[in-house]
């Protein structure tokens, strides 16, 4: 199935300085963009803290940036500023939309959605009438433990390591410097990670975003974040975590499992 994600925005870089630019102020590395083949990356603070994640697709000389609508505007006033005299012209198209899809997308502009194998397509279009959704692909997304933009993260404080940036394909730790590069692989290399994002399964009423999950003594160990259905992503400290425990939220019985993708810090 086909669906419309009305809570995106996209960003249209051009100019023959657009892949330098973001080179310079992104996670991952804008070598890795090639024909037909989608990026994943973020935009940190320079303390290492979540700003934006967002898509990269690129085409006929148009870099095509996929973001959330509601940060949007923000994310452009920031490439801006960092733009500096760069050779770049960066606008917001408001014309051009999303959809994701399970399988193939017949667009021009469509590609794999790089975080997991399963998460299907994404394709930027123009004045789309497909039908204005975003269940099916939260299922996806949740189910496989995938955070996303401010339903997982919080701006200014989360980290991409809580959101396994790495495993998903959304850092490079090899290209050199951009925005909070220095924090960042502190963390990673002298074992800084304490905390970090997983699915839970659950049964009843939902919780809010940020309800405690707390331990059979009452000790919070963990946050809600995003939910569809009966499934959610949530924060842990990772001391204090046991898969397959069943844990409190507001009364709800939560229980954490640990996605495909996910190495314990340490694994090869």
């Known amino acids: 199935m086909i669906e ?18 973001l080179q310079g102020i ?23 803290k979540f700003l934006y994640d ?12 996929d973001c959330e609508k509601e940060s949007s505007n923000d994310l452009f006033r920031k490439l801006i500023l960092y733009r500096l005299r760069s050779d770049v012209e960066i606008s917001i198209d408001d014309e051009l939309a999303v959809l994701v899809s399970s399988g193939p997308i017949q667009e021009a502009l ?27 692909y939260n299922e996806r997304r949740i189910t496989l433990g995938i955070p996303e933009g401010t339903y997982d993260f919080i701006p200014e404080k989360s980290t ?7 495993e998903i394909n959304g850092v490079d ?8 590069q220095e924090v960042i692989a ?16 659950f049964s009843g009423d939902t919780p809010a975003f940020g309800s405690q999950i707390t331990d059979e003594k009452g000790n919070k160990i963990g946050d809600l ?36 993708f996910y190495k314990e810090f340490g694994d090869e």
């Open 54 to 65: 967002f898509f990269l697709f690129e085409k006929d000389d148009v870099l095509y940036l």
């Open 110 to 136: 469509t590609f794999k959605d790089p975080r997991h194998s399963e998460m299907g397509s994404r394709a930027i279009v123009k004045n789309s009438e497909v039908e204005c959704s975003n269940v099916h």
């Open 186 to 201: 502190r963390m990673k290399y002298r074992g800084k990670i304490k905390k970090a994002m997983f699915p839970v399964a």
């Open 4 to 21: 419309l994600l009305v809570d995106r925005a996209v960003l249209t870089l051009t100019g023959p300085e657009r892949k330098k630019l």
């Open 225 to 260: 974040r995003s939910n569809c259905g009966n499934n959610a992503i949530a924060l842990f400290r990772l001391a204090n975590l046991e898969f397959g425990k069943k844990y409190d939220c507001c009364g709800t019985k939560v229980t954490p499992y640990k996605p495909d």
């Open 160 to 166: 991409i390591h809580e959101g396994h940036f790495e």
């Open 26 to 48: 992104i996670t991952n590395n804008m070598n890795r963009l090639v024909d037909g083949e989608g990026l994943y990356s973020a935009l940190l603070t320079p303390q290492g």
């Open 173 to 180: 730790f090899e290209k050199g410097c951009y925005v909070g």
